[in-house]
């Protein structure tokens, strides 16, 4: 999205002495105040429409704000042009963010590549135990360890020159959830379980019927476009610029006005 602002009101200024310089970071400074505005009016937006569980990845400190939610690109006397965005990609092992499908809408897929399923944790169960609340450390499948058994004997192999156990994760980190019809079972810790299409499991007592579902395989569905900050940082920018603007203009003349 490219918002033009008009900026006429600063030639004014051409009338002081090094009246061009003058008028020129009188505009840089209006850009830059009113991105910072549009940031915060998007800050407040997403709060609103989402649960973030990590406010400061997503919008910085109150000392540095911006974050994965709103990183700014300030304006400069040279370039008069300031640059406000959501990240997609937090980096190469974070994954894709979410936060963009969430102003556009789009398909939320596997973040592992070949994967059919995306794994979500079930709420109110020990993936997921509140809304707000992330996935605990114990729960997610780093956490589990899953191991592979066949016939009731745990599978290993070998691997830069030592045995090891055949787990969920391949040689480099990348999650590889089990497919069916391998006649593999995948048994975790917190007495976990995979059942391949469906998901993951846990006991919870002795009994027959004592599991739950802990995290569901589900097939890629659609995020809507709910969030509308661009909508947000366009209206504020529109009404904010020209007040900042007019506000640069009046500190400039006072100034000059005391030399």
Same mark, same amino acid.
């Given at each position: 999205m490219n918002v033009e602002v008009d900026v006429r009101a600063a030639e004014v200024l051409l009338k002081l002495r090094n009246g061009e310089k003058r008028m020129v970071y009188a505009i840089s400074?209006?850009?830059?105040d009113t991105i910072k505005r549009a940031q915060r009016a998007g800050f407040q937006r997403i709060g609103a429409e989402l649960i973030i569980r990590k406010p400061a990845f997503f919008f910085g400190t109150a000392d540095r704000p911006g974050g994965a939610a709103g990183k700014i690109t300030f304006a400069t006397p040279t370039k008069l042009e300031a640059r406000?965005?959501?990240?997609s990609r937090p980096g190469s092992k974070g994954g894709e963010l979410l936060l963009p499908k969430f102003e556009r809408g789009g398909l939320r897929e596997p973040f592992t590549p070949g994967a059919k399923h995306v794994a979500v944790p079930i709420l109110g169960r020990p993936a997921r135990p509140s809304i707000a609340q992330g996935v605990p450390?114990?729960?997610?499948?780093?956490? &589990? +360890?899953?191991?592979?058994?066949?016939? @009731?004997?745990r599978l290993r192999r070998r691997r830069r020159g030592r045995t090891v156990d055949v787990g969920v994760f391949q040689e480099y980190?990348? &999650? +590889?959830?089990?497919?069916?019809?391998? @006649?593999?079972?995948?048994?975790?810790?917190q007495r976990t379980f995979i059942i391949p299409g469906q998901g993951v499991f846990q006991r919870f007592g002795r009994g027959r019927g004592d599991v739950r579902l802990i995290w569901a395989f589900k097939p890629p569905f659609q995020l809507e476009a709910r969030l509308r900050v661009v909508e947000t940082w366009r209206a504020t920018i529109e009404r904010e610029f020209p007040l900042?603007?007019?506000?640069q203009i009046a500190e400039t003349f006072a100034f000059n006005r005391g030399r």
């Open positions: 400074n209006a850009e830059n406000l965005a959501i990240e450390p114990a729960f997610t499948f780093a956490g &589990l +360890r899953f191991k592979a058994y066949r016939g @009731g004997k980190g990348r &999650l +590889r959830l089990p497919g069916a019809g391998s @006649g593999i079972q995948w048994k975790g810790e900042s603007l007019r506000v």
